[in-house]
């Protein structure tokens, strides 16, 4: 079953991408006692993923944390060597934490998958975003497809008040 509003993140490490080595992040430690927005990707490269998803997210980073999110995090099942690239494509710097969930364990614990198998990507994320408080879901949005809609950063802004 998937994860929904009320629910605690799993204790599950990912790889925070950053300029020297990638660096192991416990998700639990990371959203403790804190607001953190969360959002997912089908992958790296993609046309939508890299021209709106984001890209909405890196233009209202500040608006997000004038909302008091403290970070925002991108997940994506692609190895950490392809989100460095991609995060240097896009000019991430240190706005959004790029977080690797390279063989799925995190997106297959949260019953978010979507399996791209015909289109030749394999297992990948869902795209969706959230809003955690405290390690725990308080927003979830999960698009049906690919495109991006209650998953954009305006979704989660409005949500934010
Ligand atoms: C995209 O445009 O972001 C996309 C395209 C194909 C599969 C997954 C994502």
Partial sequence: ???AVGDLLPDVTLLRITAEQPEPIELRAYSA???VVLFAVP???TPTCSARHLPGFLTHAVQLRERGVAAIACVAVNDPHVLKAWAA???VDNRI???SDGAAIFTGAIGLELDL???FFGVRSRRYAAIVDDGRLTYLGVEPGTEVGVSSVDAVLERLG
Avoid: Q, T
């Fill in 1 to 3: 079953m998937p994860i």
């Fill in 33 to 35: 006692g804190r607001r």
């Fill in 43 to 45: 992958g790296a490269f």
């Fill in 89 to 91: 494509h896009e000019g």
């Fill in 97 to 99: 934490d790029l977080l």
């Fill in 117 to 119: 198998s015909a289109r």
